[in-house]
């Protein structure tokens, strides 16, 4: 289990009077073994926070620490090893023409190591899916067993911190409480840290113990999953957020 903290983290487009800013100095901290949410609206920059953490983003400036190494400062290799991230569109995320063996025995292969057949087993297995899906290719699939295949090419590295990229939106609804109990007992069994993207606050009040809200790129508030109860938030934004979500479920 390793902690994650962000410090000042800023994003700049552009120089001059034209120079716009889509990350404010953003700052939070993850404990280890914690899965801290991430909620707003769409393009508050909750996925370039995440984006920003696996370096599939590098234009930014700031800090950004998991356990006492900084990203920046990581070898590849190890911090493939260190960090994974789990996308939101299960399908988009594997590639049509490559078999699930091919899909997780090639981290295998780039980071050398031993016991592939062993490895793939127990990670296809680890995600609820039988050996014989490993001959399977992505179309021959559902969108759960899509994104569970995309889960087990997360844990096949053995990663201590996982990013959700809204890993259940792009799902059926009966299919997102089986995903969601998958990371839940997954992060019980492993002891990762999560940090979670995603727009439901039910999904961060089953998985999270704390979340920030996000607006404009901007952080208003952090808040435990207790605060959801009552809607304890402060920030006007954040009230606003919560209190429609609880007019959502109570009308539903």
Known sequence: MKPVD???????LGEGPKAVTILPNISFSVKPGECFGLVGESGSGK?????????????WHGEIRIGEQSVRDMPLIERCRTVQMVFQDP??????????RTVLSEPLKIHKMDRRQERMEKAITEVGLPVDFLDRYPHQLSGGQ???????????????????DEPTSALDVSVQAEILNLLAELREKKGFTYLLVSHDLAV???????????????????????????????HPYARQLIEASLEYDSAV
């Open 91 to 100: 399908y988009g995320s594997l590639h049509p023409r490559q078999s699930v």
């Open 47 to 59: 996925s370039t926070i995440l984006r920003c953490m696996s370096l599939l983003f590098t234009q």
């Open 6 to 12: 962000v410090k000042n983290l800023t994003i700049t």
């Open 146 to 164: 899509r994104q569970r295949v995309a889960i087990a090419r997360a844990l096949i590295l053995e990663p201590s911190v996982l990013l959700l």
């Open 204 to 234: 961060v009040d089953y998985m999270c113990e704390r979340f920030a809200v996000m607006q404009s790129g901007d952080i208003v508030e952090v808040l435990e999953r207790e605060a959801l109860i009552g809607n304890q938030a402060t």
